[in-house]
């Protein structure tokens, strides 16, 4: 599932390349997506005819925001994607959702696997949402540091990697970027939340934050489905140190070669992945 970066990615590429365009025609092929979830009926009277304002994000979700307020909310799940057409292209077997542009451009929401979802809402009750309502800091945020960490941390003896996955501590961090930045920190993703000390909740800070503007620099993380609104794929994968590398010496370990191999194991029904004699 796309993390932060991903999410980023495709925040900042379909800012770039669709504010200002004008909604001409909108189409729903599938108006259920996500189990429990359905695009709301009006969904076309209401976009048609608005214009795109600006792309943000919010943790894991996309936030396309129209000219008349309103927002649509979008989330890739596991398999969908954000893509944006110069010209028109035929309708694929799993585009759900084309917002035509007045400019001869559109927008295609495809999700094969219909884990992700579309919602509409206005803009003065976005936050008001459920996904949102709890959601924790962002961690490229100034607020974002030391002292934060370690007092969310302090209250609980869940392990470290549980609680940095937690949206309600911070938003967007993802499996493979925990992983990555736990390792690089030296901190086991089994130690009790509590025992982190401040100068270890610093340091993992700092990481997490130069870890994710490394990654956005690539342009994310892909394995199989993940791509940018242009179809490319994220070339990060290249520069991860443990997640995907069971067995294999880590870098921390190779010269003295006393490294058994990157352990991987289920943390929280998570594939983890850590080198057990640098990480403590």
Request: with cysteine; net charge positive; charged share 25%.
């Amino acid at each position: 599932m796309p993390e932060l970066p991903e999410v980023e990615t495709v925040c900042r590429y379909l800012d770039q390349h669709i504010s200002g365009e004008t909604v001409k025609k909108a189409t729903i092929n599938r108006y259920e997506l996500r189990k429990g979830t359905r695009i709301p009926y009006n969904f076309i009277p209401r976009v048609e005819g608005q214009s795109i304002k600006s792309v943000t994000r919010r943790g894991k979700y996309i936030l396309i925001h129209l000219s008349k307020d309103d927002v649509i909310i979008a989330h890739l799940g596991m398999t969908g994607k954000l893509l944006v057409h110069e010209t028109m292209q035929p309708i694929g077997k799993h585009d759900h959702v084309i917002l035509e542009f007045a400019s001869g451009k559109e927008l295609v929401f495809s999700d094969p696997r219909r884990f992700g979802l579309i919602l509409l809402v206005e803009e003065n009750e976005l936050y008001d949402q459920p996904m949102f309502k709890d959601m924790g800091i962002e961690p490229l945020e100034e607020g974002f540091n030391g002292d934060y960490l370690k007092a969310k941390l302090s209250t609980t003896k869940i392990p470290v990697k549980t609680a940095l996955l937690d949206q309600s501590i911070v938003a967007g961090l993802g499996n493979i970027y925990v992983c990555e930045a736990l390792f690089i920190s030296g901190l086991s993703p089994l130690r009790p939340a509590k025992e982190v000390s401040l100068g270890q909740a610093k340091t993992l800070v700092s990481v997490i934050k130069d870890l994710l503007l490394k990654s956005i620099a690539a342009g994310g993380t892909t394995f199989r489905d993940y791509r940018h609104s242009d179809g490319k794929k994220g070339e990060f994968v290249s520069q991860l140190l443990v997640y995907g590398r069971e067995g294999q010496t880590c870098e921390d370990c190779n010269w003295k070669k006393v490294c058994g191999g990157v352990k991987k194991i289920s943390l929280n029904g998570r594939a983890t992945y850590y080198c057990p004699r640098k990480q403590v």
